[in-house]
């Protein structure tokens, strides 16, 4: 069983940085496309940023340039390198990975259990 587990959230005055990790754990073959999305109260969850496994990154408009993606794939890992972080930033965010567990066996997406960021003005 393949589980994402997330580390690093918690609360951060306004300017302040964090920085999000996120582990594959479980067997599994390949790790393809991963991403950090995020869900505020009472809104939708949506993307924040995204890393191929060619290293190729998209980044939603309300982050780009304050926040950076990256992974290591030897470790199963994904970063997310927040700066100038602002009260609109205030979400749980979720870690997703897109794996194939088995050779020839179809890629799944995973997702992490979510982890609070707080941003206080």
């Known amino acids: 069983q393949v589980q994402l587990v997330e580390s690093g959230g918690g609360g951060v005055q306004a300017g302040g940085s964090l920085r999000l990790s996120c582990v594959a754990s479980?067997?599994?073959?390949?790790?393809?496309?991963m991403g950090w999305y995020r869900q505020a109260p009472g809104q939708q969850r949506e993307l924040v940023a995204s890393i191929t496994s060619g290293g190729i990154t998209n980044y939603s408009d309300s982050v780009k340039g304050r926040f950076t993606i990256s992974s290591d794939n030897a470790k199963r890992t994904v970063y997310l390198q927040m700066n100038s972080l602002e009260p609109e930033d205030r979400a749980v965010y979720y870690c997703t990975m897109k794996i194939r567990r088995f050779s020839g066996l179809a890629i799944g997406t995973y997702w992490g259990q979510g982890t609070q960021v707080t941003v206080s003005s």
């Open positions: 479980g067997r599994l073959s390949s790790i393809n496309d």
